[in-house]
């Protein structure tokens, strides 16, 4: 059992509002009409253990949800050989919140790794619900 909350009728979003597309997904998530969690992992302290959960949920090693590529990133730890374990990636992402590659979503069981803002309107129902449809050959 984990220690995130899972529920089918809610959507919790991890982001960091220190990066554009934090900010992005942000807005999109608490625009909707869906109930909705948001966690700005640079105001909320996530535990190690929630870390975990987050990346087992995804399939991922700790090391994928961090952006390597970040100018900051390299200029702290290099370009090169990389030799962090699990609890220096921990580390990483508790420190350096900017540094989280991409938002996560967790809907019921699903977890899901959003690359951009746009990855999100898969999760946005239609404004016209109770709008019949009609078929326009009629």
Known sequence: MGVIAKDKKQITLYYSSKNSLGKQLNAYVESSDKKHLTIDISKTNVTGTQWAELADGLGKNLSDLV????????TTYGEDDINLDDGDWLKVLDKNPSFLKN???IKGKEFLELKSASDFKQYMEPDSAGIEKTNKTD
């Open 67 to 74: 952006n390597t590529e970040h100018p900051d990133f390299k």
């Open 103 to 105: 938002a996560i979503i």
